[in-house]
């Protein structure tokens, strides 16, 4: 049985490393998103012979994560599956891009079936189309970002740790907003993971920008590079009262920080229908579809997934 270990932040160095050499667009492989979200997945971590994996938990069932390093691919599934097998689990591996399965499929042909999920694709901009909003598809956007400046006083802020206690209290309106972040399943892991990421924001290598309103820190963002052409955003806020607060954060986020970048991955919709609205209004340059894997003679198959 691998002997699987959870994430702490002194962990950063050695994970990063897997997943600059992979370098995979999707925000599954950001340690930020692992390290501030493990408490909801039950996320750990092992590197045996040159091969890191993950083990987590979603939705009530045990996975992995595409298995990444140097070493035989075939051989680090095969270990995967005996390592399914002490847990008495079925073998699955969650979030696998078209690439993952080809990549599997070449090595193993035949032998797991490939499942899409769409509420697990995640939604990938030009950056210059989300800086620039030109064109007759971003007019909505520009009208909110016309209407924001003639509305109110701002002045765009790094995030930095002086203006921390800012945002965490802008979270907290947030979430008071939203019928508290106490009592729903997901606020509350989201909850956890945003103070977790503003404890350790400096460590983590996170990037963020807020937007002071009439002499408030009314909205913020932040993230970090996924790749070397795609940077991921991993949160975004903004009080519903403050018209257009999300559209400018939005773009100006962009312009500040992802200029360099030609890509920005926004993430999932998680099959909210309001959450995929919002990300399909900004006109996606890729729908970045994943899945899951199972073994086709598995006596189990998570058809119920």
Known sequence: MLDFKPVTIEDKEVIQHFFNKADFRNCDFSFSNIFCWQNSYNTSFVVE?????????????????????????????????????????PLRIFAVTQKMYDLIE????????????????????????????????YQPKRNHINKFMRSYAWEYLPITREIIPD???????????????????SLVEEHIATHRAFE????????????????EILAYSYGQPL?????????????????GGFVMMNRQFAERNCADYPYINREEDLGLESLRKAKLSYHPAILLEKGYLYRKNEPQAPSDL
């Open 200 to 215: 350790h924001f400096e460590q983590l290598g996170l990037i963020g920008g807020a937007l002071r309103i009439n002499g």
């Open 227 to 243: 790749t070397k052409d795609t940077f991921g955003i991993h949160a975004e806020k903004s009080l519903y009262e403050i018209d």
């Open 167 to 185: 945002c965490l209290n802008l979270y907290r309106r947030w979430c008071a907003e939203n019928g508290g972040c106490n009592n729903q399943q």
């Open 106 to 137: 070449a090595q193993m042909p035949g032998e797991f079936v490939y499942k899409k999920d769409r509420s697990w694709s995640e939604y990938i901009y030009s950056s210059k189309d989300l800086i620039a909003l030109t064109g007759k598809k």
């Open 49 to 89: 012979d040159g091969i890191l994996f993950f083990l987590f938990k979603a939705d009530g069932r045990w996975g992995y994560l595409f298995p990444l390093g140097d070493g035989d691919l075939k051989h680090a599934v095969e270990r995967l599956n005996r390592d399914a097998g002490l847990r008495k689990i």
